[in-house]
C-alpha cells in the first residue's frame, strides 16, 4: 500500500490530508491519482459509491490547476444538487492550503444570478448538475470553451436520470483538447457510448468487477405477499433497533404513503422525493444526518448523491427494473470500510429477479425470515437492557430523585428490573398479540409459475393499452402494489395477467360488476394451456370475449363503437 506522498500528490495537499486524518489511500486513489498526475490523459474509472472517488479526481485537479488563470479550467458535472454541493465542500478542504483557487457551484433550485455573480469574480472550477450548467451556457452566463478537464462524476446515474443529450450539448461546447475523467459505478451502454464519442483512448481502472456490488455490503431477502408487505418492514425496523437506513420504494406516491404510514405507527421516518420543494429536501436531509430521522424513505432520484456515513440497512421496500439502480441502491451502506446490510422484500414472483441480480453483481443473496413476536420481543429486551446500562446519568434529573424515590420505595432491585423489562416487553407483546407468520410459504424455486394464478381481461391492444399501462390500471383498480400484478400480456383484443393467489379474490370481487365508461370490464380465470404466457378460457370466457370484441376504446363512441355495435347486431341476427 502506498502512502499519499507516495502517489506524487504535492505538500499543500499532503498538509490538508494530515488536517482532514486521512491516512492512507483508498484502491481507487491509489490507481487513479498517479495516472492523472503523471500526464495529461482520459481516464475510465469503475468503482463503487463510497469508495473515495471524490479525491481520487479531486487531489490531481486541484495539482493541475494554475490560480494565476481567472478563467473556468476544470467542470465537474454531477446528477444532483446535493453531490454537487458535496464535491465543492470537499474541494474546499482539499485546496485549504492552496489559495487562489475558487470552487463555485452550479445547481437548479437557487438563484441563477446569484451564481453568475460568483463566476464573475472568477472560478478556476465549477460543479455543476446538466441541466443548471446547460442554462448557463445558453445564457452566456459561463465560458467552458477553454477548459482543460472535464470530470463525469457518477456518469451512469446521470445517464439513468435522462442528462444524455445534456452532457452531449455540455461536451460540445468544450474544446477538442481537454482531458476527461469519467468516474462510474456501473458500465451500462450509454456510458460506454459516452466514452467512445468524447474521449481519446482513455486508460480505464476499475475496483473490484464491472457492475458488481461492494464488498462490504451483504444481501438478503425476503418473501412475502403482496399485502403483507408493510408489515415486513415494520417488523424488519423492529428487530434492528439501531437501524439508520435508506428505504428505496419506486413512485412518489408510494415514497410519501410508506414515510406517513411510519410516523404514524411512532418511527422516526422522513420522506425524500421529487414532489418535495428545495427547502422541504434541505430539512429532510439535515434531520437524517443528525440522526433524528431513523428511516428515510426515498425514490432513486431523490435519493442520487446521498452521501450520509455510517447507514446500516438499505431497505428494498420495492425492486428496481434495472440492475444498476440496485447496485447503487445497496451502495448507500457498507461504505469507508464499515460493513452494510441490503434487504430486499420480495414476493415469490420475483425471486427470479434476484437470481438476475445475483449473476450481475456477482453476490449471493441469502433468503431469511421475517423474525416473529417472540425473537422481536427478545432483541428489543436486549436492546433496552443494553441502552440502559451504558446510558451516562445527566445531573439535570437529581432534583426529581427524591420524589421518585418516595414513588418506588419498597421495591427492591429484582422487582424494579422486572417492571421495567415489563412496561417494553409488554408494548411489543400487545402489538404483536396474535399476529401472523408473514413469510411465504414454499420451495424457493418456484418464480410466480405454478404457485400463481392467471387470468383473461377482455381489453387489449386495440383500447390503447400496452403491458405498462394495462399494469398501472390494474394495479389502482385492485389497490396492489406493482409487483403483485405480473406477466402481463396484451393481445389485440384482450390481454392476460398474473397474481398471488392471495389475492384472487379480491381481483374477482373487484371485477365482477365492474364499468368503465358504460362498459363492463370482464377479468376471469384463465386456464393454462402449457404454451407459455396465455390462457385458455372456459366457455364464460370466450362468451365475454365475443360480446366486447375488444374494439370500444374506453370513453370513446366513434368508429370503433359503431363497429362494435354492428357485429352487437349480427349476433342477434343470427
Known amino acids: 500500500m502506498l502512502t499519499f506522498k507516495e502517489l506524487g500528490l504535492e505538500d499543500r495537499l499532503l498538509t ?38 471524490t479525491a481520487a479526481f479531486g487531489f490531481p485537479l486541484l495539482q493541475k490547476i494554475d490560480p494565476a488563470k481567472k478563467s473556468v479550467q476544470g467542470l465537474i458535472l454531477s446528477p444532483t444538487r446535493e453531490l454537487c454541493l458535496q464535491i465543492t465542500q470537499e ?93 462510474s459505478a456501473t458500465m451500462p451502454k450509454e456510458v460506454a457510448q459516452i466514452a467512445k464519442q468524447f474521449m481519446r483512448k482513455p486508460d480505464e481502472i476499475t475496483v473490484g468487477s464491472k457492475n458488481t456490488g461492494s464488498v462490504n455490503v451483504n444481501h438478503e ?101 434495472e440492475t444498476e439502480t440496485y447496485t447503487h441502491r445497496s451502495g448507500r451502506t457498507g461504505r469507508a470500510g464499515k460493513s452494510g446490510i441490503s434487504m430486499v422484500i420480495i414476493t415469490k414472483s420475483e425471486i427470479r429477479k434476484i437470481r438476475s441480480i445475483e449473476r450481475i453483481i456477482k453476490k449471493e443473496f441469502e433468503r431469511k ?10 432483541i428489543q429486551l436486549y436492546h433496552l437492557s443494553d441502552k440502559i446500562r451504558n446510558t451516562k446519568i445527566d445531573k439535570n434529573i437529581e432534583p426529581y430523585l427524591p420524589a ?50 392467471r387470468y383473461f381481461i377482455n381489453v387489449g391492444a386495440r383500447d390503447g393499452y400496452d403491458w405498462k399501462t394495462l399494469k398501472d390500471f390494474l394495479r389502482v383498480q385492485l389497490n396492489l402494489e406493482r409487483d403483485e400484478v405480473f406477466k402481463v400480456e396484451v393481445k389485440d383484443s384482450f390481454s392476460f395477467f398474473s397474481s398471488e393467489p392471495s ?30 404466457g396465455g390462457g385458455k378460457k372456459g366457455k364464460k370466457g370466450r362468451k365475454s370475449r365475443e360480446r366486447f370484441d375488444g374494439n370500444q376504446k374506453f370513453g370513446h363512441k366513434g368508429k370503433r363503437g359503431k363497429q362494435s355495435a354492428k357485429n352487437k347486431n349480427k349476433r342477434k341476427q343470427r
Open 369 to 378: 425470515d421475517i423474525p416473529g413476536p417472540e425473537e422481536i420481543c427478545e
Open 16 to 53: 490538508a490530508i494530515t488536517d482532514m486524518g486521512f491516512t492512507k489511500p483508498s484502491e481507487i486513489q491509489e490507481k487513479a491519482i498517479p495516472i492523472l498526475l503523471e500526464k495529461d490523459k482520459d481516464l475510465v474509472a469503475l468503482a463503487q459509491t463510497g469508495t473515495g472517488k
Open 503 to 532: 389475492v384472487k379474490q379480491q381481483i374477482l370481487d373487484t371485477f365482477s360488476e365492474f364499468k368503465l365508461d358504460g362498459r363492463f370490464i370482464n377479468v376471469e380465470i384463465s386456464e393454462p394451456t402449457g404454451r407459455g
Open 91 to 183: 474541494l474546499a478542504l482539499y485546496g485549504a492550503h492552496m489559495p487562489g483557487i475558487n470552487t463555485v457551484a452550479v445547481y437548479g433550485g437557487a438563484s441563477i444570478t446569484d451564481q453568475a455573480s460568483k463566476l464573475r469574480k472568477g472560478a478556476q472550477i465549477v460543479v455543476a448538475t446538466p441541466g443548471r450548467i446547460k442554462d448557463m451556457i445558453s445564457r452566456r452566463l459561463i465560458d467552458i470553451s477553454s477548459i482543460r478537464y472535464c470530470i463525469l462524476d457518477e456518469a451512469d446515474e446521470m445517464l439513468n436520470m435522462g442528462f444524455l443529450d445534456d452532457i452531449k450539448d455540455i461536451l460540445s461546447n468544450t474544446p477538442s483538447e481537454r482531458h476527461t475523467w469519467l468516474f
Open 221 to 321: 431477502y425476503y418473501v412475502v405477499s403482496g399485502n403483507n408487505r408493510y408489515k415486513a418492514l415494520k417488523r424488519l425496523a423492529d428487530a434492528n433497533p439501531e437501524i439508520f437506513s435508506v428505504i428505496f420504494c419506486r413512485t412518489k406516491r408510494d415514497t410519501q404513503r410508506i414515510a406517513e404510514k411510519l410516523i404514524e405507527d411512532g418511527y422516526n421516518a422522513g420522506a425524500l422525493h421529487g414532489d418535495l420543494s428545495q427547502n422541504q429536501r434541505d430539512i429532510v436531509m439535515k434531520s437524517f444526518r443528525n440522526r433524528q430521522i431513523q428511516m428515510l424513505v426515498a425514490t432513486d432520484v431523490a435519493a442520487r448523491g446521498i452521501d450520509v456515513d455510517d447507514i446500516t440497512h438499505v431497505i428494498n421496500y420495492q425492486l428496481p427494473d
Open 404 to 453: 421518585v424515590n418516595d414513588v418506588l420505595e419498597g421495591i427492591d432491585r429484582e422487582e424494579l428490573i422486572r417492571k421495567l423489562v415489563t412496561v417494553e416487553f409488554s408494548r411489543f407483546a400487545s402489538y404483536y398479540k396474535d399476529t401472523d407468520n408473514l413469510n411465504a410459504s414454499g420451495d424457493e424455486r418456484v418464480s410466480g409459475g405454478n404457485e400463481s394464478v
